[in-house]
């Protein structure tokens, strides 16, 4: 039913669609040959271990594998003939730029959960992007001064640039690993390790116990979480991966991020149902939470670690000014590729990968950087509280509890809830 689901809309694809105003788009040039050739070599896949499954598992899960491979086949076989159709090779790649402003501010909105005003939707974008190059340029600036410090440079030490002193502190041999083992366990130890502080020592509540599930797959991000689960991807532990990710990793996904919120979430009295139907648009507080959650650590003046975080909120930040160019200005993703190189250190190919999923996926990468800087914003205002080390003063540390109990909401009724106006 899926398969043909997706097939059924990809052949609806030419049809014209009427706006509320009576403007025709057709939603047939949102798409490309390359974005075409991008869906069909994601269909290829490697079906999880079974090895910690029992007997009775196993039957559900290859007899699950098999149906899926099957109709993941017969989607791949469409898709392969669909594009041999000529018309897909004259499709701009720009992203939602070529329609009417007002589509992509419903896709900003419904992923942020942030409301826009709607007087001029071009100067507000404008100035969105202009927010995000301003905290991009504090980040790099932070970055120069941190990589001196692993450096052992003096402040003043003008004998390099950034990009010498990044390509001397990346290819640093204390951070790379010496086994796939090594990688497993040193992130097995940090969940141990905040799950005590915030469970044991902080009295947060759980409901389940978060676990790591390993894998080893090219096609999949290197992380991310899905009931009670923390799939961690050891594929780059030779080069991709390196251990000052460990820390911001684990916060992010496990404890105090995604897990802890999500498992209190999911089990308070205070659910939404609505909210758990339209997941997305909780998106900005859930991302955003996961973000600040990384500057729970209690290891945040150690250099790597710092290091670490600052890349991380770097990509994120990046993420604000990828969107407006491929969706706003109508930038090509060849364009957005290029100036992603000047700032991040990813390896070409996975910078590749975050532009084009910016490009399929128009307003979600703005949740989290957005979402971050609303937690810290209501903070600011209502406990009078900017530095990262009070972070887990008692008073916020209760108010946390309180706010995860409440559940996620959209950052606009977040906002409004502690009469606070975002202005970018």
């Known amino acids: 039913q ?29 798409f490309n040959q390359i974005l075409l050739q991008k869906f069909i070599q994601a269909l290829d896949f490697n079906p999880l271990d079974d090895q910690d499954l029992n007997d009775k598992n196993k039957q559900v899960y290859h007899e699950y594998f098999s149906q899926f491979t099957h109709e993941v086949n017969r989607l791949k076989q469409y898709l392969i003939k669909l594009s041999s159709d000529s018309k897909w090779d004259t499709h701009p790649s720009t992203g ?12 900003f909105e419904y992923h942020t959960g942030v409301k826009l005003p709607t007087t001029d939707l071009k100067e507000t974008f404008e100035k969105i992007k202009l927010w995000g190059e301003k905290h991009l340029t504090h980040l790099m600036i932070e ?9 052992n440079l003096a402040d003043d030490d003008k004998s390099l640039t950034l990009e010498e002193k990044l390509t001397r502190v990346q290819s640093d041999q204390s951070q790379v690993w010496s086994s796939k083992q090594e990688m497993i366990e040193a992130f097995q130890k940090c969940l141990a390790k905040y799950r005590h502080i915030f469970i044991k020592e902080k009295g947060f509540k759980e409901f389940n116990e978060p676990d790591i599930l390993v894998f080893d797959n090219p096609l999949l991000a290197g992380g991310y ?47 939404n149902y609505l909210c758990q139907l339209f997941p997305y648009v909780t998106n900005g507080f859930v991302e955003g939470w996961g973000l600040f959650a990384e500057q729970l650590g209690d290891s945040n003046e150690d250099k790597w670690i710092y290091y670490g975080y600052l ?21 090509p993703p060849e364009d957005v590729i290029k100036l ?12 590749v990968s975050e532009i084009y999923r910016y490009r399929v996926f128009p307003g979600q990468a703005m949740s989290y950087k957005i979402g971050l800087e609303v937690f810290k914003l209501i903070i600011k205002q209502k406990f009078g509280i900017t530095d990262t080390e009070d972070f887990l003063k008692s008073e916020l540390v209760e108010w946390y509890k309180e706010l995860l109990w409440n559940t996620e909401r959209p950052l606009q009724i977040f906002l409004q809830e502690n009469e606070i106006i975002l202005d970018f």
């Open 96 to 107: 939602l730029s070529q329609y009417p402003l007002s589509i992509y501010q419903f896709a």
């Open 143 to 151: 970055l120069e001064c941190c990589c001196g410090r692993i450096l």
């Open 311 to 331: 890349q991380m909120n770097i990509l994120r930040t990046f993420r604000i000014i990828a969107d407006i160019m491929l969706h706003v200005e109508g930038s």
């Open 340 to 351: 992603a190189k000047r700032y991040l250190t990813m390896a070409s190919n996975a910078i």
């Open 2 to 30: 899926i398969t043909d689901h997706i097939i059924n809309l990809l052949e609806q694809l030419d049809n014209d669609f009427k706006l509320k105003d009576g403007t025709l788009i057709k939603p047939a040039t949102f």
């Open 225 to 271: 979480y899905y009931q009670n689960k923390f799939y961690l991807n050891v594929c780059d532990w030779e080069s991709g991966n390196a251990k000052y990710e460990v820390e911001n990793l684990t916060l992010h996904e496990t404890i105090p991020g995604h897990h802890l919120q999500i498992d209190i979430s999911l089990n308070s009295s205070n659910s």
